[in-house]
């Protein structure tokens, strides 16, 4: 069964740290570009990061850039998303997918081909 599970969210304070893990499993991810999307209450889902399949190439929302970095590790068969100053608006329920392409990343969230579940986070003093 082809898997992607997140995990690492939470509640923080504004300012505060938190690191995403999306993790796969029935597959390997050396193939796939990933991205990570937000989607906050009455919101559409929106793209946050993504990084190509061999790491190369990432690309960052304006909203999240000098906070956020996305990285991978093959070999865990792992992504994961550090966010660092975290704001209120970064509220949300976080999703990585999955996306079958030898170089690069897409924006379009209709370019994946797999999902996970979502994890929240909340930031909130």
């Known amino acids: 069964q082809l898997q992607l599970v997140e995990s690492g969210g939470g509640l923080v304070q504004p300012g505060g740290s938190l690191r995403l893990s999306c993790a796969a499993s029935?597959?390997?991810?050396?193939?796939?570009?990933i991205g990570w999307f937000r989607q906050a209450p009455g919101k559409e889902r929106e793209g946050v990061s993504c990084?190509?399949?061999?790491?190369?190439?990432?690309n960052y929302a304006d909203s999240v850039k000098g906070r956020f970095t996305i990285s991978r590790d093959n070999a865990k068969n792992t992504v994961y998303l550090q966010m660092n100053s975290l704001k209120p608006e970064d509220t949300a329920v976080y999703y990585c997918?999955?996306?079958?392409?030898?170089?690069?990343?897409?924006?379009?969230?209709?370019?994946?081909?797999?999902w996970g579940q979502g994890t929240q986070v909340t930031v909130s003093s």
């Open positions: 029935g597959f390997t991810l050396d193939v796939y570009a």
């Open positions: 990084i190509s399949s061999s790491g190369g190439s990432t």
């Open positions: 997918a999955a996306d079958f392409r030898p170089f690069g990343c897409r924006w379009s969230p209709d370019a994946y081909d797999y």
